[in-house]
């Protein structure tokens, strides 16, 4: 009876001779791969730090939701509080707001467009390399 054991990496690659010869096509996916993990990263801690401030924002908007008509209202622009009435606060608030969540979209956006090319890649790579290579994080 014949005993099965899995192949070791070095194995692998020399069973598959030549054809796990890394090119200079494969390095360049191999390059654009990491870059694009890194951007991806980069991306998603931005992304999380503007979702934040959206949901910041929204939370004051409720508050002053509930504040009196006549009253003044700080409101930090730069490093300055001002005292401002409550609808230009509020105003003030919606653009903010408006701007913030603009700014959600277009990292929503550039994320989704770069994991569709991370995964082409990945698709290119474990095809040509099969579990030669890892390119999971």
């Given at each position: ?44 801690a931005l992304l999380k ?34 005292q401002l009435p409550l ?42 390399f099969g579990r030669g ?5």
């Amino acid at each position: 009876m014949m005993q099965h054991r899995m192949l070791s990496k070095e194995e692998e690659v020399a069973a598959g001779g030549e054809e796990n010869e890394v090119r200079r096509e494969d390095q360049e996916k191999i390059n654009r791969f990491s870059r694009l993990h890194q951007r991806e990263t980069v991306f998603e801690a931005l992304l999380k730090g503007k979702q934040k401030d959206k949901e910041d924002l929204e939370e004051v908007t409720t508050e002053l939701e509930l504040a009196d008509e006549d009253e003044l209202v700080p409101y930090k622009i730069g490093d300055t509080f001002f005292q401002l009435p409550l609808s230009e606060a509020q105003q003030l608030l919606a653009t903010s707001t408006e701007d913030v969540e603009g700014e959600v979209t277009k990292l929503e956006d550039s994320l989704g467009e770069l994991r569709e090319e991370l995964q082409e890649l990945k698709v290119a790579l474990y095809a040509r390399f099969g579990r030669g290579i890892n390119l999971e994080a």
